[in-house]
């Protein structure tokens, strides 16, 4: 059984994740910071793609000691394993996601990533090779959720949560609105990659929850799957 997906993003009122350089910008408070760090929290899971981990250098673990606290004592990790999806081995090895905070690394590659730079990073994550040019996201799934992880929480970036979508893995997505514009048509959104050809192909979403947080809304969907259409 493949992990239940859920996506959360920030993002301007115009949509975007960061400035068009990938420059990280603070868009929501104290607030949605805390609600982010419960969410993780209550997944076996962290994901993002190489190039979040590249431009903002995270280390995807559970920031609230209130929170650790509570994953310790219902018997889980301190913090949730962390996923890479790198189908190249670009990783660096101090990147800070595999070496800040305990627990499970793992680094998602496909088959033609350099074998020097793989074998370089495994004392730091265990590696799963899927896909010949890039990872193949659905036999990932495959692999986390044969491993145990049933709920996983992807932060990012647009070109994997697109990839997720495209690939129909992905069950609800959380998305904070803040009050800026930040503009430029190569700025980083929600889903980037190629894009759907036909509207038949987009995924639809159903709204669960919007409330105002700040000076900001968080807006709470449900992806519908082509059965439930």
């Given at each position: 059984?493949?992990?239940?997906?859920?996506?959360n993003?920030?993002?301007?009122?115009?949509?975007?994740?960061?400035?068009?350089e990938?420059?990280?910008v603070?868009?929501?408070?104290?607030?949605?910071?805390?609600?982010?760090d419960?969410?993780?929290a209550?997944?076996d899971?962290?994901?993002?793609?190489?190039?979040?981990?590249?431009?903002?250098?995270?280390?995807?673990?559970v920031?609230g000691?209130d929170?650790?606290?509570?994953r310790?004592?219902?018997?889980?990790?301190?913090?949730?394993?962390?996923?890479?999806?790198?189908?190249h081995?670009?990783?660096?090895?101090?990147?800070?996601?595999?070496?800040?905070?305990?627990?499970?690394?793992?680094?998602?590659?496909?088959?033609?990533?350099?074998?020097?730079?793989?074998?370089?990073?495994?004392?730091?994550a265990?590696?799963?090779?899927?896909?010949?040019?890039?990872?193949?996201?659905?036999?990932?799934?495959?692999e986390?959720?044969?491993?145990?992880?049933?709920r996983?929480?992807?932060?990012?970036?647009?070109?994997?949560?697109?990839?997720?979508?495209?690939?129909?893995l992905?069950?609800?997505?959380?998305?904070?609105?803040?009050?800026?514009?930040?503009?430029?048509?190569?700025?980083?959104?929600?889903?980037d990659g190629e894009?759907?050809?036909?509207?038949?192909?987009?995924?639809?979403?159903?709204?669960?929850?919007?409330?105002?947080?700040?000076?900001?809304?968080?807006?709470?969907?449900?992806?519908?799957?082509?059965?439930?259409?």
């Open positions: 059984m493949r992990p239940y997906v859920v996506v993003v920030a993002m301007s009122a115009d949509g975007k994740l960061s400035t068009r990938r420059r990280q603070r868009i929501s408070g104290k607030q949605d910071f805390t609600r982010v419960r969410l993780k209550g997944c899971a962290v994901m993002v793609g190489i190039g979040t981990v590249l431009a903002d250098d995270p280390s995807l673990t920031k000691e929170c650790r606290q509570h310790i004592d219902q018997g889980f990790p301190e913090h949730p394993a962390r996923i890479i999806v790198d189908s081995a670009r990783i660096p090895p101090n990147a800070s996601v595999l070496n800040k905070g305990s627990g499970c690394r793992i680094l998602a590659v496909s088959e033609v990533a350099d074998p020097v730079k793989v074998a370089a990073l495994k004392p730091y265990t590696v799963i090779c899927t896909g010949k040019e890039e990872v193949d996201l659905a036999a990932l799934m495959d986390l959720g044969a491993r145990g992880i049933r996983l929480m992807l932060e990012g970036g647009g070109e994997l949560i697109a990839g997720m979508m495209k690939a129909g992905v069950d609800e997505i959380y998305t904070f609105i803040g009050n800026m514009i930040i503009a430029g048509r190569n700025a980083p959104t929600l889903a894009g759907f050809i036909v509207e038949a192909e987009f995924p639809r979403l159903s709204l669960i929850e919007m409330r105002r947080i700040e000076q900001g809304v968080l807006l709470h969907w449900k992806v519908e799957q082509p059965d439930q259409l």
